[in-house]
């Protein structure tokens, strides 16, 4: 399997301002992904980070407020521009398949990051 | 990708074998199922994939039907500690194609 970190693993912030995630994976990896879990809820994917071109938004998400950088296989951020309230949730970062070996078909996710707009 | 029908929640003994089962009735054939569970404020692990056969590994057993419809998620021996929400995914292929999209999942519950 990967081992996925986050950085930070939770924040508090003022609404207005911004926040960066970071997402460092120890094996280079094909795709990776945001995910948002507001409270209570499941999952919902936010985008595809594509290395060395934009990330691929899905329906109600748009980069002017999540923008997304990948500049290698291993690394990617996401930027929570902005923040109001209602952006309280965890983000996490997933990736996969990995580029080699058994478990190529297999998508990981990293232990998410607890964000608090107030 | 084909949508999944799971029930909302389920008991289980401890020490009991926990069937999760899933609906996905409009799969198509390059369609993988995949199992996921979320503990509490922990991020997604994955358990087991399939295509067509059962599989096992050391978490789980997948039994897929020859239909392929459906499948169950099989945790032989549940302990308190696999008390989480567990998500039925079905996704596009293999490789570098196919999104994992969630739905609400079960929320398994183990009891003493």
């Known amino acids: 399997s990967a081992v996925i970190s986050q950085k930070p693993s939770r924040d508090i912030c003022q609404r207005g301002t911004s926040l960066t995630i970071q997402c460092q994976v120890d094996?280079?990896?094909?795709?990776m992904f945001w995910y948002r879990q507001q409270p209570g809820q499941s999952l919902t994917l936010i985008a595809t980070a594509n290395q060395g071109s934009e990330a691929t938004y899905e329906s109600g998400f748009v980069i002017d407020k999540f923008p997304i950088s990948r500049p290698n296989l291993t690394f990617s951020t996401l930027t929570v521009s902005n923040m109001s309230p209602e952006d309280s949730s965890i983000y996490l970062c997933?990736?996969?398949?990995?580029?080699?070996?058994?478990?190529?078909?297999?998508?990981?996710f990293g232990p998410g990051t607890r964000l608090t707009v107030l | 990708d084909a949508k999944t029908t799971q029930p909302t929640s389920m008991d289980c003994a401890e020490g009991r074998a926990a069937n999760l089962p899933c609906n996905h009735s409009?799969?198509?054939?390059?369609?993988?199922v995949y199992w996921y569970r979320q503990i509490h404020s922990q991020g997604p692990q994955y358990i087991i994939h399939?295509?067509?056969n059962n599989e096992t590994n050391e978490m789980a057993s997948l039994i897929i039907t020859e239909d392929r419809k459906s499948s169950t998620l099989i945790l032989p021996h549940a302990t308190l500690r696999d008390t989480a929400v567990y998500y039925c995914?079905?996704?596009?292929?293999?490789?570098?194609?196919?999104?994992?999209?969630f739905g609400q999942g079960t929320t398994l519950q183990v009891k003493p």
């Open positions: 399939g295509l067509k």
């Open positions: 094996s280079q990896v094909t795709m």
């Open positions: 995914i079905v996704r596009a292929s293999r490789g570098n194609t196919g999104k994992l999209i």
């Open positions: 409009t799969i198509s054939g390059n369609e993988y």
């Open positions: 997933s990736v996969g398949p990995i580029t080699s070996g058994r478990a190529r078909d297999t998508q990981y």
